[in-house]
Every structure is written in structure tokens, then in C-alpha cells.
């Protein structure tokens, strides 16, 4: 089967700095998005890898391992307005988008 | 950027009553479509891939004269839910893609809607 996975939920301090982990398997792969969602709100688009490498935009960054399939998102400088779910996203052979569970980040001052 | 907008944002509707919420891209034609569905703590659970001018595809276990999907133009699409029940309240988001090459999907804000 399909699987995604990423921590349930995760704590940093404010200014500090977080990664979040996903792993896949899938049936192959067209990509990698990441998304954040506010309580009760929409996700809204981070990132999107399709090589290999580390994508940097601002205070995120988002890193990809298509031999691992693994990915991080990296969270620099945290704020508290960065408190969110983090939702791993990969699109497989079939182009469609198989989601994680995503991750619950909890930033305390 | 690409907008998608939802309406209503809330409803609260009684039992064995149908709800029509409405999906727009704003300023790109959206080929497709998604709806999602989510419960609280969850994560996003796809119900249906809508295509402009062709039948829904409805995801295993998503019952398709429960949840009346009509892709009528590029810019809109509707799901309907009919008879509601309580068991059916939840958050429902819909989505567009932009560019293919990316599948990047553009998220609408969402409509909760409550059954009671």
C-alpha cells in the first residue's frame, strides 16, 4: 500500500530551529509538496521537490532523498505564528496526491 | 497568484437536508478539481477528482449519490450534499490545479459545515 509518514506532533522554542521528517513509499513518484494548515483554515502551499537537494526560500526550507524517500522541512527563526500542521504531500505514478497526516507544531515562547 | 474561493464558508443545516457548496477559481480555468474532506485532528481525506464536463471520480468508500459533484464550466464546481446527517459534518475544502507539469494544488478556504 500507500504510506506516508511524519510525527504526530512536535515542540520548539520560539527563535529556534525545527525540522519535520516525512517518509514515503508509494507507488512511484512525481514529486513532494509540503503544506501548512492553520486550525481551521486551508492548507497553503511551502514547497515542492521533484530532484534531489535542499530548496531554501526564506526562513524555509524544504529537502528531498528520492533513494531514501525522505523529506524534511526545515523551519528557521520560528515564530509563534508558525504554529501549524505541516502536511507532507507526495504525488505518485497515477498523479495523484497521497497525503500524510501531517505534523502538529507547537512553538512556545 | 491562483484564488479559489468556496461559499459558504459556514452552514449549519438540518438533518435529511441537502447543502450546495460552491468551489470558484478566480482568476485561472481549473481543468480539475478536488474535494476533500476533513475531521478534526485529521488529515485531508480526497473524496473526488472533478473534471470540467465529465462525470466526477469518486475515491473508495465515497458515496456518489450522497455527494452530487457538477463540474459545469472551467471556474466552477459544486458538491452537494444530500440528506444530510449529523456523521456528515465536517470541514470541506475544495482545490484546482494551476499547471500540470506541478500539480501544485491551490486550496479554497474551506466551508464547515455542521449538521445538527
Known amino acids: 500500500g500507500q504510506n506516508i509518514d511524519q510525527p504526530t506532533e512536535m515542540t520548539a522554542t520560539e527563535g529556534a530551529i525545527v525540522q519535520i521528517n516525512c517518509t514515503y513509499q508509494?507507488?512511484?513518484?512525481?514529486?513532494l509538496f509540503w503544506y501548512q494548515q492553520h486550525a481551521g483554515e486551508a492548507p497553503t502551499f511551502l514547497s515542492y521537490?521533484?530532484l534531489d537537494g535542499l530548496e531554501e526560500k526564506g526562513r524555509f526550507s524544504s529537502f528531498l532523498s528520492r533513494s531514501k524517500g525522505y523529506s524534511y522541512l526545515l523551519l528557521k527563526e520560528l515564530q509563534m505564528k508558525d504554529s501549524a500542521s505541516y502536511l507532507c504531500?507526495?504525488?505518485?505514478?497515477?498523479?495523484?496526491?497521497?497525503w500524510g497526516a501531517g505534523t502538529k507544531l507547537i512553538i512556545k515562547p | 497568484g491562483a484564488v479559489v474561493s468556496q461559499h459558504p464558508s459556514r452552514v449549519i443545516c438540518k438533518s435529511g437536508t441537502s447543502v450546495k457548496i460552491e468551489c470558484r477559481s478566480l482568476?485561472?480555468?481549473?481543468?480539475?478539481m478536488f474535494w476533500y474532506r476533513q475531521f478534526p485532528k485529521k488529515s485531508l481525506m480526497l473524496m473526488a477528482t472533478?473534471?470540467?464536463?465529465?462525470?466526477?471520480?469518486?475515491e473508495q468508500g465515497v458515496e456518489k449519490d450522497k455527494f452530487l459533484i457538477n463540474h459545469a464550466s472551467l471556474t466552477l464546481s459544486t458538491l452537494t450534499v444530500t440528506s444530510a446527517h449529523p456523521e456528515d459534518s465536517s470541514f470541506y475544502i475544495c482545490?484546482?490545479?494551476?499547471?500540470?507539469?506541478?500539480?501544485?494544488?491551490?486550496f479554497g478556504p474551506g466551508t464547515r459545515l455542521t449538521v445538527t
Open positions: 482545490s484546482a490545479n494551476l499547471e500540470r507539469e506541478t500539480y501544485e494544488q491551490y
Open positions: 482568476d485561472f480555468q481549473a481543468t480539475t
Open positions: 472533478s473534471n470540467e464536463g465529465s462525470k466526477a471520480t469518486y
Open positions: 508509494t507507488s512511484g513518484f512525481n514529486g
Open positions: 521537490n521533484v
Open positions: 504531500a507526495v504525488i505518485d505514478s497515477n498523479y495523484q496526491l497521497i
